[in-house]
């Protein structure tokens, strides 16, 4: 009997971040890829303020002084992890990452859900539950910076299914290794 054991990928960064606009899976994918990596998941939206969650459901969108406390919070979970961690957060400028891995101390991967307006916008619709209406969609594509050469991240297409994206960042960590 053939046994295969899941090793770390890790080497690069023991933090991730799966960042992307609202609607480009962040959650699913974190869990997925947590669950093959081995690694803890935690959701990025839990770590909001109530009071940012009540702007978002009244279609207001958030500006740098509602999100920078939040993504304080990100840093400091990432940092506060004894193990691998991923944790999903928009973290759609330059400034955002360099905050979040600033308030961590240490290496943070930013992995980059990348997808079209329409993709996106139909996987909001199909959404149920979500706090997040699809029409603060176009104001997350205009905050959107995608993450330069210069920086720890890559960008993995999600027109594709879930867990063709999943080997997609797979490949792309154990390719960091090097």
Request: hydrophobic content about 40%.
């Amino acid at each position: 009997m053939l046994t295969v054991a899941l090793r770390p990928l890790f080497k690069v960064s023991q933090r991730l971040v799966l960042m992307g606009v609202a609607g480009c899976g962040k959650s699913s994918v974190g869990a997925a890829l947590a669950a093959r990596l081995g690694a803890a998941y935690l959701d990025g939206d839990d770590l909001h303020p109530s009071e940012n969650i009540d702007k978002m459901r009244r279609g207001m969108a958030l500006d740098d002084e509602d999100r920078w406390p939040w993504l304080t919070l990100v840093g400091r979970k990432l940092s506060n992890s004894g193990g691998p961690q991923i944790v999903g957060c928009s973290a759609l400028k330059r400034a955002y990452r360099v905050h979040i891995t600033q308030t961590c101390a240490e290496t943070v991967t930013f992995v980059h859900l990348a997808g079209t307006p329409e993709v996106i916008k139909a996987r909001m619709n199909a959404r149920k539950g979500h706090f997040m209406p699809t029409g603060l969609l176009t104001s997350q594509f205009a905050a959107l910076e995608p993450p330069g050469a210069d920086e720890n991240a890559f960008s993995v297409d999600i027109d594709r299914p879930l867990g063709s994206i999943v080997e997609a960042i797979v490949t792309q960590l154990e390719g960091m290794k090097t």
